[in-house]
């Protein structure tokens, strides 16, 4: 899943000091080594002729990947990439407490130990402006480099524009280079207890209303009905980015409220709009009636937990926070959770912010053709379905995969998970607006949200974070 336990503020100041060495002039440009490019232009102007899986055969890749089931999928299945090219592969697995860490070093040292690792599309917003990250937009578009069956239309276009950008603060993802490749994502919906919604007589929620009046019915009647300690809905509370971007962005989202305005390139929160106090203040209250008592604490892992082992009457999260719940014999609750796309806004909509996995290149790399056809392998049609069918790739990034009918009898017995991901899927995208500051940015964002939850008000808490935001990010 996302970076659950990440250290946010030693990964901002890891960049920061990185950033103060000097870096690469420009994404997409070789630089020394056996790929050196012509003219300053990328490597992939380099890679000419009929397209030939082995023409990069005898190189060696490095890959540095984060501990995750997805990981688990691709090494399974590494050997099935180096009988198709001839390359070999390496990799160190980190877990996610001391990754991005490891990472942020490697990037910025331009000593170029990885070739290809493992990302978040929020990290492009940190790595991309330094020159870290290669630009993979000429690779995709060199018929040379790129064979036919890779396929780029087949990815959802939401998920490839999510790792597009120009590199400029406040500027719209989908334009501009693209920085990585969607490889594993999460769409943020409702799970909820089957068998607790059907004793208390309970539907999902179709409005944030219904889901607040929901949340305090259950943490009132459950126990009576033989739920001890069970409260409505698990949302995130630690003071972390991680608390804002799930099930908080999600609903906001659905509101149409807005992180930041962006005009003539100046950025200024808005999160201290009337409507977005308003919201917030539901939200907090909605936590209090039918949250958990401990939600300060709560991250991913607490709110998974506790769906499935019954303490919790919904989640509102990652919907593979819930698969990992729900699968047979994995929780006392598996086999009595259903997916639910959740609250629709006032107008209907059900906008979804999401997390990716994504996959990128060194920008330094020393091999990048080789790296290039590791990442088109890795993302392409054929590892992707085995990884979604024999591993844990739940959320296709692919339209082939998730219509496959082997995907599909896969999850047949995750009651409403299909319809839920059919549905939510075109509107799932980044809600926020990209910018460097991003994670001291939601990280400040969930501190307000304790002070509001805390008894604060929230008019007064977003109005003294919007302000210490202005300066940062405008």
């Not at 943490?219 to 009905?225: D, H, L, S």
């Not at 929780?331 to 996959?359: E, R």
């Amino acid at each position: 899943m996302d970076m659950r336990v990440h250290d946010r503020r030693r990964f901002l100041a890891l960049t920061a000091a990185a950033s103060a060495t000097p870096l690469l002039s420009a994404c997409g440009t070789g630089f020394g080594g056996d790929e050196s490019t012509k003219g300053g232009g990328s490597a992939a102007d380099d890679v000419t002729g009929s397209f030939d899986w082995k023409k990069a055969k005898g190189k060696t890749v490095k890959a540095l990947l984060n501990k995750h089931p997805y990981t688990d999928a691709l090494i399974a299945d590494l050997k099935s990439f180096t009988a198709k090219t001839g390359i070999k592969v390496e990799y160190d697995v980190f877990p996610e407490d001391n990754y991005f860490d490891k990472l942020t070093v490697d990037l910025s040292s331009g000593r170029a130990s990885y070739d290809i690792f493992m990302l978040g599309a929020y990290m492009v917003w940190q790595y991309g402006p330094p020159g870290w990250l290669e630009d993979l937009g000429p690779w995709m578009s060199n018929s040379s480099a790129t064979g036919g069956e890779w396929d780029q239309g087949d990815f959802f276009p939401n998920l490839l524009q999510a790792d597009q950008w120009s590199l400029k603060a406040g500027a719209p993802l989908g334009q501009g280079g693209q920085y990585a490749l969607p490889w594993g994502w999460e769409t943020n919906v409702v799970a909820y207890n089957t068998e607790v919604f059907k004793k208390l007589g309970l539907k999902p929620a179709e409005t944030f209303d219904e889901l607040r009046e929901i949340s305090g019915a259950i943490k009132r009647k459950a126990p009576g009905a033989g739920y001890d300690g069970m409260y409505g809905v698990a949302v995130r509370g630690s003071r972390s980015w991680a608390t804002i971007h799930p099930g908080f962005m999600t609903m906001y989202s659905r509101y149409g409220l807005k992180d930041f305005t962006v005009d003539g390139g100046r950025i200024t929160p808005a999160m201290n709009s009337p409507e977005a106090i308003s919201f917030t203040q539901d939200w907090a209250e909605m936590i209090k009636k039918g949250g958990p008592p401990s939600w300060t604490s709560y991250t991913w892992y607490q709110c998974s937990s506790d769906l499935g082992a019954k303490k919790a009457g919904m989640l509102f999260d990652a919907d593979t926070a819930a698969y990992f719940q729900a699968v047979k014999g994995a929780s006392p609750a598996s086999g009595k959770i259903a997916f639910h796309p959740g609250p629709k806004g006032p107008d209907g909509s059900l906008a979804t912010n999401m997390w990716i996995w994504s996959l990128g290149m060194n920008a330094k790399s020393k091999n990048k053709h080789a790296a290039w056809l590791f990442l088109q392998w890795a993302t392409g049609k054929e590892h992707l379905r085995k990884a979604a069918i024999e591993g844990n790739h739940i959320d296709p990034v692919r339209k082939s995969v998730s219509q496959d009918a082997a995907y599909k009898d896969k999850m047949k017995d995750l009651e409403g998970f299909i319809e839920t991901f059919e549905t939510v899927v075109d509107q799932t995208k980044i809600q926020f607006t990209p910018q460097e500051q991003f994670f001291d940015a939601t990280t400040s964002w969930a501190a307000s949200l304790q002070e509001i939850y805390g008894g604060k008000s929230a008019k007064s808490v977003l109005n003294g974070l919007a302000n210490d935001l202005a300066p940062k990010v405008g």
